[in-house]
């Protein structure tokens, strides 16, 4: 409802937005709808010594008011034993529940709290590395633009496409989650529509070609940049128009069979398991 009333206020038609446009506006919704505001957690839903509750608080003073008695003390360690192995049985439950509805949270809970790690290294440094890394590929001149009467993309395959872009993902640099587009993609679908069709034309948003680079940290010395892992960010919108993009492609080279026939890599109803099968029928048939 925010956004419908946002697109009312501000009398929003689909061939009067444009990208940077329809991200402002997302992002005004945002602050106004207490339902997108994710709040993560810092640290494990299961604290250190979560077992420890007041009833071994209770043993435990019992014990030290007893001038620290031998029978009240092993009194305690019992039943700090019994419930430290209560609770082991109870979070196994839960964790193999989380496995099978929902493996981002238990991998999650299976992994060590996160450390900070302090470094000395400059932002001018990180930007020689990064340049480094990712300007190796040598520039090329961008195709010509080539002028298209027929619209590509429909309002049915944005919606689609949103449908499947994938959830819990980190926040781009304006802020957007996959999340937010799949509350609003009733709204949104048809500005998206159009924008994407006048893409084809005009050419891609500058603002959708800058990713963000996150390092993280591997091993031996924190100060050397090269010891870290970087990933990239990309725009929410640039990722849905590359996956939108790469279907219409991937379905007209199949239609027109433009593509190798021993390919199975990023094929749909294909695997490398094909082709695995199919050389160990032929060692079977001819060793």
């Not at 802020?175 to 799949?182: I, S, T, V, W």
């Not at 870290?228 to 919108?237: A, G, K, V």
Request: charged letters at 30%; proline letters at 4%.
């Amino acid at each position: 409802m925010t956004l419908e009333r946002l697109f009312e206020k501000e009398k929003i038609t689909i061939h009067s937005l444009h990208s940077h446009e329809l991200t402002h506006l997302i992002q005004c919704a945002l602050a106004k709808c207490k339902r997108a505001k994710i709040k993560k957690s810092e640290t494990n839903c299961f604290s250190v010594n979560a077992w420890f509750d007041g009833e071994c608080k209770k043993a435990r003073r019992m014990w030290k008011e007893s001038n620290k008695d031998d029978i009240k003390l092993k009194a305690y360690k019992q039943l700090l034993s019994k419930k430290k192995v209560n609770f082991m049985v109870s979070k196994r439950g839960e964790l193999i529940f989380l496995r099978k509805n929902n493996p981002k949270l238990f991998w999650k809970e299976l992994q060590p709290k996160n450390i900070q790690i302090g470094n000395n290294i400059t932002t001018s440094k990180w930007f020689d590395y990064a340049r480094q890394l990712y300007e190796q590929v040598p520039k090329v001149d961008p195709p010509p633009l080539v002028n298209i009467d027929v619209e590509l993309f429909t309002v049915q395959e944005v919606e689609m496409g949103i449908k499947k872009l994938g959830v819990g993902k980190a926040k781009d640099l304006a802020e957007l989650q996959a999340e937010y587009l799949k509350w609003g993609s009733k709204i949104l679908a048809p500005h998206i529509t159009k924008i994407f069709n006048n893409i084809i034309q005009q050419g891609l948003p500058t603002n959708w070609t800058t990713s963000l680079v996150i390092p993280l940290f591997k091993s031996d010395d924190v100060n050397n940049p090269s010891n870290y892992r970087t990933i990239l960010i990309n725009p929410l919108f640039a990722k849905l128009f590359g996956s939108m993009l790469e279907n219409k492609l991937s379905k007209w080279v199949e239609e027109r069979d433009k593509r190798a026939k021993g390919e199975a890599s990023f094929r749909p109803k294909h695997s490398t398991m094909d082709h695995c099968i199919t050389l160990r029928h032929i060692i079977e048939k001819f060793w």
